[in-house]
């Protein structure tokens, strides 16, 4: 840092010069711990934090933990391990310090394309079947045939992974009742959409992989591809049912 104003020019321009140069040199550390999404900690990946030009790499050891140093500034924040889905996080970083982050989740890439739910230790494929339609002269009533998956509990993470399609987010959950319904459409007197529709919290994880999150009660549901309209007449989906 230049500390006077008062000095001949060719004094300041040696200031400048020496405190690039530190500055260059002048690194921080950010420490953490790689995780999968069951919670156990991700050996062996490779952690990437490039800022300013530069590149520094590190590696998690056994328990997941990571330690890399930066370069203040804008910096990108890799994680890379073969068979699970990259993870990139940008900071803004304008000092050298010691830096700890919360657990980074890395995501395990599903054997193939469909929704899985994710278990204590594994995935859970959800099965994949249809549905139809049944038109009278006042409704058409959409039923989905088929077995569903079973998973217990109440607050239920489901990964969805397309390989046919970047666009993870077109599904529509209906809960399906005891006839196996999930509702139907009316015409008479008025036409109704009387589907029983349900939430869930999507999040982003990759273009082609993303983070559904439940909070329901026991009984079976439908992941629709798209949605039930009027003009369905059958199609696909994926069926599950939740017990306590």
């Given at each position: 840092m230049v500390r006077k104003l008062s000095v001949f020019v060719i004094t300041v321009m040696c200031i400048v010069v020496v405190s690039t140069s530190v500055r260059a040199f002048d690194t921080g550390t950010i420490k953490g711990r790689v995780i999968d999404g069951f919670g156990k900690p991700?050996?062996?990946a490779t952690i990437t934090v490039a800022s300013n030009g530069s590149k520094m790499n590190a590696t998690s050891d056994t328990n997941g933990v990571f330690s890399i140093g930066y370069s203040p500034g804008n910096i990108k924040l890799s994680f890379l391990r073969d068979g699970y889905v990259p993870v990139y996080i940008p900071l803004s970083l304008d000092e050298s310090t010691d830096l700890s982050v919360d657990d980074i989740t890395v995501w395990k890439i599903p054997p193939k394309g469909g929704l899985f739910i994710v278990g204590e230790g594994e995935y859970i494929e959800i099965n994949r079947v249809e549905y139809y339609a049944e038109s009278g002269s006042k409704e058409r009533r959409f039923?989905?045939?088929?077995?569903?998956?079973?998973?217990?509990?109440?607050?239920?993470?489901?990964?969805?992974?397309?390989t046919d399609n970047p666009l993870v987010v077109g599904k529509t959950l209906y809960s399906v009742d005891a006839k196996g319904s999930v509702g139907s459409i009316t015409f008479y007197p008025t036409q109704k959409y009387v589907l029983n529709t349900e939430e869930d919290t999507f999040s982003k994880i990759a273009d082609n992989v993303g983070l559904r999150k439940l909070n329901l009660p026991p009984g079976r549901y439908f992941y629709c591809t798209g949605e039930i309209t009027i003009r369905s007449k059958n199609g696909f989906g994926f069926f599950f049912e939740i017990t306590s």
């Amino acid at each position: 840092m230049v500390r006077k104003l008062s000095v001949f020019v060719i004094t300041v321009m040696c200031i400048v010069v020496v405190s690039t140069s530190v500055r260059a040199f002048d690194t921080g550390t950010i420490k953490g711990r790689v995780i999968d999404g069951f919670g156990k900690p991700i050996p062996s990946a490779t952690i990437t934090v490039a800022s300013n030009g530069s590149k520094m790499n590190a590696t998690s050891d056994t328990n997941g933990v990571f330690s890399i140093g930066y370069s203040p500034g804008n910096i990108k924040l890799s994680f890379l391990r073969d068979g699970y889905v990259p993870v990139y996080i940008p900071l803004s970083l304008d000092e050298s310090t010691d830096l700890s982050v919360d657990d980074i989740t890395v995501w395990k890439i599903p054997p193939k394309g469909g929704l899985f739910i994710v278990g204590e230790g594994e995935y859970i494929e959800i099965n994949r079947v249809e549905y139809y339609a049944e038109s009278g002269s006042k409704e058409r009533r959409f039923y989905v045939k088929g077995n569903p998956t079973v998973a217990k509990g109440k607050n239920i993470r489901i990964i969805d992974f397309q390989t046919d399609n970047p666009l993870v987010v077109g599904k529509t959950l209906y809960s399906v009742d005891a006839k196996g319904s999930v509702g139907s459409i009316t015409f008479y007197p008025t036409q109704k959409y009387v589907l029983n529709t349900e939430e869930d919290t999507f999040s982003k994880i990759a273009d082609n992989v993303g983070l559904r999150k439940l909070n329901l009660p026991p009984g079976r549901y439908f992941y629709c591809t798209g949605e039930i309209t009027i003009r369905s007449k059958n199609g696909f989906g994926f069926f599950f049912e939740i017990t306590s």
